[in-house]
């Protein structure tokens, strides 16, 4: 684990940081008042070190097989964005589920697995709602609360007349490119 060298300890990120919120494989487009994780470890001549950038992680760390560095309990909110598809899913969300404190929200947004986003290359899985119905991993750790559909550009572009006669729920479930992304939005199981 690497830290920005704008923080001295994980006690002072966290210190720094309350309510305690994470995004997990932030890039550099972590929101504001998150504490941003990814590995960004030979990408743009990163040897050993994070140098401070706005909007970039925390923590330089392997997500898909360190433990998150916080102590169990401690996270009001873990939240991820295109970050998933990408991942061990069973390691990510064994340790957000160690960190989130009981009732804590788990926010993930994915590509929707039946478009073109959803079907981009280096995509380890293709995520579509009954992923997070169906998965008993998923299923024991968290309670979804609510799910959210981002319309594609392709949907949009539809007649109108055409998109009131096919029900967005249907036409996302049965076509192909008419969802963008989806957002899964949980809370910890006990």
């Not at 140098?51 to 392997?62: F, N």
């Not at 998965?135 to 559909?149: D, E, L």
């Not at 981002?150 to 967005?168: D, G």
């Amino acid at each position: 684990m690497i830290l920005a060298d704008r923080w001295s300890s994980i006690e002072e990120l966290m210190a720094a940081h309350r309510p305690l919120r994470l995004d997990l494989g932030c890039g550099y487009v972590k929101p504001p008042g998150y504490v941003g994780l990814d590995d960004l470890r030979g990408v743009g001549g990163l040897q050993g070190q994070l140098p401070s950038v706005e909007g970039g992680p925390d923590v330089l760390l392997d997500l898909n097989e360190d433990e998150y560095p916080f102590p169990d309990g401690s996270v009001e909110e873990i939240r991820s964005r295109h970050f998933l598809e990408h991942s061990h899913l069973d390691h990510v969300f064994t340790q957000s589920h160690r960190l989130l404190r009981p009732g804590g929200l788990f926010v993930a947004i994915v590509p929707y697995a039946n478009s073109a986003d959803g079907m981009s290359p280096g995509h380890h899985v293709f995520l579509t709602e009954r992923f997070f119905e169906r998965n008993p991993s998923f299923g024991q750790k968290f309670q979804i609360t609510r799910i959210t559909y981002r319309q594609s550009e392709e949907w949009e572009a539809w007649p109108r007349l055409l998109r009131r006669l096919i029900p967005y729920d249907w036409a996302r479930t049965h076509l192909f490119n008419v969802c963008k992304e989806m957002r899964v939005e949980a809370v910890r199981r006990p």
